[in-house]
Nanobody
Framework: VQLQASGGGLVQAGESLRLSCQPS????????MGWYRQAPGDKRDMVAT????????YAGSVQGRFTISREVAPKRTVYLQMNSLKPEDTGIYYC?????????WGQGTLVTVSS
């Protein structure tokens, strides 16, 4: 399984971005999909997750500003709509798909928010 993340960029505070994560074709189903963020010098933290059934979970710092969504098979793309971006949202965003005990990671996409 390969995950292709895209959509990062440089924006000003208050603007929006949408990240996408596309799994490789015929990759099968996953139990939980999500986005994680790693700021410079920090560990990788959960930003948002969505289950196969559509239940979502958000980090407190993005609640109300970010929305995670997914497309069903066969595409299975997962999106992260990020609104009202803040400088502290800056970091490399990684998508993660879980199947049982196996984790698959995308290559990361850089989001930079200037003040």
């Amino acid at each position: 399984v390969q995950l292709q993340a895209s959509g990062g960029g440089l924006v000003q505070a208050g603007e929006s971005l949408r990240l996408s994560c596309q799994p490789s074709a015929r990759s099968g189903g996953f139990s939980i999909m999500g986005w994680y963020r790693q700021a410079p010098g920090d560990k990788r933290d959960m930003v948002a997750t969505i289950t196969a059934g559509g239940s979502t979970n958000y980090a407190g710092s993005v609640q109300g500003r970010f929305t995670i969504s997914r497309e069903v098979a066969p595409k299975r793309t997962v999106y992260l709509q990020m609104n009202s971006l803040k400088p502290e949202d800056t970091g490399i965003y990684y998508c993660n798909f879980k199947r049982g005990t196996v984790n698959y990671w995308g290559q990361g996409t850089l989001v930079t928010v200037s003040s």
